[in-house]
Antibody, heavy 120, light 107 residues
Framework: QVQLVESGGGVVQPGRSLRLSCAAS??????????MHWVRQAPGKGLEWLAV????????YYADSVKGRFAISRDTSKNTLYLQMNSLRAEDTAVYYC???????????WGQGMMVTVSS | EIVLTQSPGTLSLSPGERVTLSCRAS???????LSWYQQKPGQAPRLLIL???TRATGIPDRFSGSGSGTDFTLTISRLEPEDFAVYYC?????????FGQGTNLEI
């Protein structure tokens, strides 16, 4: 079955970098039906969409709040999605989810979430 | 950016009641690209409705979605205890693929 497992979270100081990973199983990231997204949720707040990478890896889109600081990428040989987060701020503190997108369906499978805390 | 406004923010209801949640978009959204999610405390969101009106796999038929253009609704015909959660709409019509702020259904 489809499974997404995030890793790489933790506590980081403001201004530093962190890379989140999302290991996928049960399907291929390179499959033509799938895009991959990152979504986050600050403590006690709602869902915030962050980024997407297309099935072929050629297209990425970002929310304004992270554009220029975060980068989404993937390694199809490892079937793993990444989120490189640079210049981290206190307001980036959140649970980060990776999720699989199926066209005209939505985010049909989600990871368990990974906490990132930005604090000195 | 398409802003999705959900109402109400919080609803206090009892099991057995019927509820309708609203999601209003700041500009027209192709209904193919409007989804609804349920989130319980400490859990990842779960896809409920795709294409504005189609239940996702395994979702009970007490959940239904409707709407088009800028106005979408999620209806739960008869609330079960496990339905008390936060509900979000999301659009995939235009990047950024925004979420509504959520509606909290509480007992």
């Amino acid at each position: 079955q489809v499974q997404l497992v995030e890793s790489g979270g933790g506590v980081v100081q403001p201004g530093r970098s962190l890379r989140l990973s999302c290991a996928a199983s049960g399907f291929a990231l390179s499959g033509s039906d799938y895009g991959m997204h990152w979504v986050r949720q600050a403590p006690g707040k709602g869902l915030e969409w962050l980024a997407v990478i297309s099935y072929d890896g050629l297209t990425q889109y970002y929310a304004d709040s992270v554009k220029g600081r975060f980068a989404i990428s993937r390694d199809t040989s490892k079937n793993t999605l990444y989120l490189q987060m640079n210049s981290l701020r206190a307001e980036d503190t959140a649970v980060y989810y990776c999720a699989r997108y199926v066209a005209a369906v939505g985010l049909d499978n989600w990871g368990q979430g990974m906490m990132v805390t930005v604090s000195s | 950016e398409i802003v999705l406004t959900q109402s109400p923010g919080t609803l206090s209801l009892s099991p057995g009641e019927r509820v309708t949640l609203s999601c209003r978009a700041s500009q027209s959204v192709n209904s193919r690209y409007l989804s609804w999610y349920q989130q319980k405390p400490g859990q990842a969101p779960r896809l409920l409705i795709l294409g504005a009106s189609t239940r996702a796999t395994g979702i009970p038929d007490r959940f239904s979605g409707s709407g088009s253009g800028t106005d979408f609704t999620l209806t739960i015909s008869r609330l079960e205890p496990e339905d008390f959660a936060v509900y979000y709409c999301q659009q995939f019509g235009n990047s950024p693929y925004t979420f509504g702020q959520g509606t909290n259904l509480e007992i």
